[in-house]
């Protein structure tokens, strides 16, 4: 018998705080997500309301801990996203901008700390976060390119030497 194959679809589509552009469209595209994947024999989850981090983290861990034996699982996070200090993270409904740390009120786009509890077979995880349309005074939040990026663009060597 072939494992259980599980999705998790979790879109965040209204922001509370009104420098997040709100993305209503999310939800359409879970849904036609939802339809394709249950016709490929996944058991479907979808989680769209209620987006708060507490929410939204404790949807992803019960997911994958609880997975059955050797289940396929497919985890897909859709919403705004940010990336800081080299970690990405999904913006919950109920960030605010105002905050002083930011990525503290968001949900890190990291599963590996709930696998070592998980008796999952294979993980996927999809991530379709927009970082348009958080209008951040911080300029902290984008990654410096580094030296070899810098070399490729200034030589035109894209292969990496």
Not at 33 to 44: C, D, F, R
Request: glycine share 8%; net charge negative; aromatic share 6%.
């Amino acid at each position: 018998m072939a494992p259980e194959r599980l999705a998790l679809l979790v879109g965040v589509t209204d922001y509370g705080d009104p420098g997040i552009t709100k993305m209503p469209f999310i939800a359409d595209e879970l849904r036609g997500l939802a339809t394709a994947l249950t016709a490929t024999g996944y058991t479907v989850s979808t989680y769209a309301d209620a987006a708060d981090l507490s929410s939204l983290s404790i949807a992803v861990e019960d997911f994958v801990r609880h997975a059955p034996p050797g289940a396929t699982l497919l985890i897909m996070l859709s919403g705004h996203g940010v990336h800081r200090a080299g970690k990405d993270y999904l913006v919950p409904a109920t960030a605010r901008l105002r905050a002083a740390d930011f990525t503290r009120h968001c949900l890190p786009i990291d599963v590996e700390q709930h696998l070592a509890h998980s008796r999952a077979g294979d993980v996927v995880v999809l991530i379709d976060a927009c970082r348009e349309g958080i209008h951040l005074s911080e300029k902290s939040l984008t990654q410096a390119w580094t030296s070899g990026e810098i070399r490729r663009v200034a030589t035109g060597n894209w292969s990496g030497s």
